[in-house]
């Protein structure tokens, strides 16, 4: 007889269960000796969280259904917080708003351990750089791109010139859009990755911009991203031919641009600028600064495009909604001179006073698209309290995720209609008469509300992503008008997979299908734009 054990995630136990007599007996004595393996739960650690499967089932959800298991078990589950065993070991997951909160704070969490290990790997630096990284020193350098790198990159004046580079950019890329005759665009995903990327590369890098030179370059950065998580596991070249093909695409066209110290020329963000200086003072070769840089445009660019994507393609598909946000937009428009520019406040204060509908949309674009997974490692014993003073104790070595898909979801904050998308939830006047703090109120979804993570790793381009989106969408509502590629019903594509690497979801299929036809409204043919910060 043999006897085969369905080891699906799926099916799991169940199928066990319904197999002969003697296969459930094993199975019995199976799980009552994976009990003795578990590895020892202390009563004041998270509850545990059995996978259906033993010791691999977790194993198994999150790599099928990465960002998306921890929604699942969430709702299946309904806890704020979880012990998932894994093997013989076990993470922590965190799903409440409230504790996600307080895990962001705490200081005994980090992610240095998970960038030592990481970059090396992703990016294959020389041996040299390696051993750097993941030795002792490799902590300081961390912390030295995060405190010199990347930190003042983002503040004053600094982030103001970020702002201001690339909103002069998209200002000439927006002007050519169906400019003198209408446009077919094939692919709307592909085309505002392409109007995303060449804006903001160039922002950051300057004149010497090497996503200038060949669309190859581009590709080849989202091509690299789709591959990031079996790069991480650093398997021969052989399992992941086009990870490995971009990769190298990468460092051949960002060698140059740093051997040839472009980095320092004066038209380069300091974001890029900054982190190069600190990779160089560590030594550094050219060739390794190059490669480790490859991750940098990912965070730039990676959940920038699909956030525009998704708002974009939600607003132009309800044309009710498109009719009153254009009554918003038209508020942004400061003058209209005899050369036919016209300019548009886009300074973040402006728009959030006079368009409070397209705020109230971003944000909700937000809350439905970021499926963001923060991995961290407990430093430390650290105990994080809920709102009704319940501890929970992370033990030192174990590895704890925080979902922010997850707190996005729950219908203790969000209110019954957390799963649509609902334009106005935002609205400062919506949610008044549930008190504020009930599912749905205002200060409730404050509280659950985390698009962009928090505490030290809040992340430090969002008033950048803010303006890229914002300026490029009062643009396109203001200025044009947009219809179905074929017929008249717009079908929107699904989510594609959320992967644990990135913040936001992409669409599925690289968003074939939707396409759209472009032209000027009535009143705005052969408008140029220019923006007022
Ligand atoms: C809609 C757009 C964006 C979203 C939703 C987003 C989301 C996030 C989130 C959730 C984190 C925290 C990660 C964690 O907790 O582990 C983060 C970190 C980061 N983001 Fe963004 N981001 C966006 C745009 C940008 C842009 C435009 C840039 C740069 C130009 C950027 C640069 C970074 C960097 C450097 C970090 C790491 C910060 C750290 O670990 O201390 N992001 N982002
Ligand atoms: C690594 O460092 C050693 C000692 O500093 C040096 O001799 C060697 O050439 C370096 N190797 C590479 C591949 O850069
Ligand atoms: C641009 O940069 C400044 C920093 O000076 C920031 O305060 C502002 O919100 C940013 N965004 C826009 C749209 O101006």
């Known amino acids: 007889m043999t006897i085969t054990i369905d080891m699906s995630p799926l099916r799991g136990l169940d199928a066990l269960m319904s197999t002969p007599a003697v296969v459930t007996i094993a199975a019995i004595i199976f799980t009552l000796l994976i009990h003795n393996f578990l590895p020892h739960t202390d009563r004041r650690e998270p509850p545990v969280v059995k996978p259906r499967v033993p010791f691999i089932g977790h194993i198994i959800g999150l790599m099928r259904h990465?960002?998306?298991?921890?929604?699942?078990?969430?709702?299946?589950?309904?806890?704020?917080?979880?012990?998932?065993?894994?093997?013989?070991?076990?993470?922590?997951?965190?799903?409440?708003?409230?504790?996600?909160?307080?895990?962001?704070?705490s200081k005994s969490l980090s992610t240095t351990p998970h960038i030592k290990v990481a970059t090396p790997a992703i990016t294959r630096v020389g041996i040299n750089t390696t051993n750097?990284?993941?030795g002792p020193h490799g902590d300081d350098l961390v912390d030295r791109i995060f405190e010199q790198g990347i930190a003042p990159s983002f503040k004053g004046a600094s982030l103001q010139r970020l702002n201001e580079t690339a909103l002069s950019g998209l200002a000439t890329q927006l002007s050519g859009v169906a400019f003198d005759k209408n446009e077919d665009v094939p692919n709307v995903?592909?085309?505002?990755?392409?109007?995303?990327?060449?804006?903001?590369?160039?922002?950051?890098?300057?004149?010497?911009?090497?996503?200038?030179?060949?669309?190859?370059?581009?590709?080849?950065?989202?091509?690299?991203?789709?591959?990031?998580?079996?790069?991480?596991?650093?398997?021969?070249?052989?399992?992941?031919?086009?990870?490995h093909g971009a990769r190298n695409t990468l460092a051949a066209a960002l060698t140059p641009y740093y051997a040839a110290r472009r980095d320092e020329h004066v038209s380069v963000s300091d974001f890029v600028r900054n982190r190069a200086a600190v990779l160089r003072g560590a030594g550094l070769p050219d060739a390794d600064i190059a490669r480790i840089e490859m991750l940098l445009p990912f965070?730039?660019?990676?959940?920038?495009?699909?956030?525009?994507?998704?708002?974009?393609?939600?607003?132009?598909?309800?044309?009710?909604?498109?009719?009153?946000?254009r009554k918003e937009v038209e508020r942004l428009v400061m003058s209209r001179s005899d050369a036919n520019e016209v300019t548009l406040l886009v300074a973040a204060g402006l728009v959030e006073d006079r368009c409070p509908l397209l705020m109230s949309c971003y944000r909700e674009t937000l809350r439905q698209t970021v499926h963001q997974v923060s991995t961290r490692t407990v430093m430390e014993d650290t105990t994080l309290t809920d709102r009704s003073g319940q501890p929970y104790l992370l033990k030192a070595g174990h590895v704890v995720q925080m979902s922010v898909g997850?707190?996005?979801?729950?219908?203790?904050?969000?209110?019954?209609?957390?799963?649509?998308?609902?334009?106005?939830?935002?609205?400062?006047?919506?949610?008044?008469?549930?008190?504020?703090?009930?599912?749905?109120?205002?200060?409730?979804?404050?509280?659950?509300?985390?698009?962009?993570?928090?505490?030290?790793?809040?992340?430090?381009?969002?008033?950048?992503?803010?303006?890229?989106?914002?300026?490029?969408?009062?643009?396109?509502?203001?200025?044009?008008?947009?219809?179905?590629?074929?017929?008249?019903?717009?079908?929107?594509?699904?989510?594609?997979?959320?992967?644990?690497?990135?913040?936001?979801?992409?669409?599925?299929?690289?968003?074939?299908?939707?396409?759209?036809?472009?032209?000027?409204?009535?009143?705005?043919?052969?408008?140029?734009?220019?923006?007022?910060?």
């Open 189 to 243: 995903w592909l085309w505002l990755r392409r109007l995303m990327t060449s804006v903001t590369s160039t922002a950051l890098y300057g004149t010497h911009d090497p996503f200038a030179a060949s669309p190859d370059v581009e590709d080849a950065l989202w091509e690299l991203e789709r591959n990031l998580l079996s790069l991480t596991l650093n398997l021969p070249a052989v399992f992941t031919p086009a990870g």
């Open 132 to 134: 750097l990284l993941r």
């Open 406 to 533: 997850a707190s996005h979801a729950v219908p203790e904050s969000w209110g019954p209609d957390a799963d649509e998308f609902q334009p106005g939830r935002f609205l400062s006047q919506r949610g008044k008469s549930s008190g504020g703090d009930g599912p749905g109120g205002a200060k409730a979804i404050r509280a659950a509300f985390q698009p962009f993570g928090g505490g030290t790793h809040l992340c430090p381009g969002r008033q950048f992503a803010f303006a890229e989106i914002m300026a490029t969408m009062a643009t396109l509502l203001l200025g044009y008008e947009f219809q179905p590629l074929e017929g008249t019903e717009w079908r929107l594509p699904g989510f594609g997979a959320r992967s644990v690497i990135d913040a936001v979801t992409k669409p599925a299929r690289h968003g074939e299908g939707f396409g759209m036809k472009v032209r000027r409204r009535q009143g705005w043919e052969g408008v140029r734009w220019v923006y007022d910060l």
């Open 66 to 105: 990465q960002a998306k298991y921890h929604i699942m078990l969430q709702s299946s589950t309904d806890k704020p917080i979880a012990t998932l065993p894994m093997l013989t070991g076990k993470m922590y997951a965190i799903w409440d708003p409230h504790l996600i909160a307080a895990a962001f704070r």
């Open 299 to 325: 965070a730039a660019l990676a959940n920038t495009v699909p956030l525009l994507f998704w708002l974009f393609s939600t607003v132009v598909t309800r044309p009710d909604l498109v009719a009153l946000l």
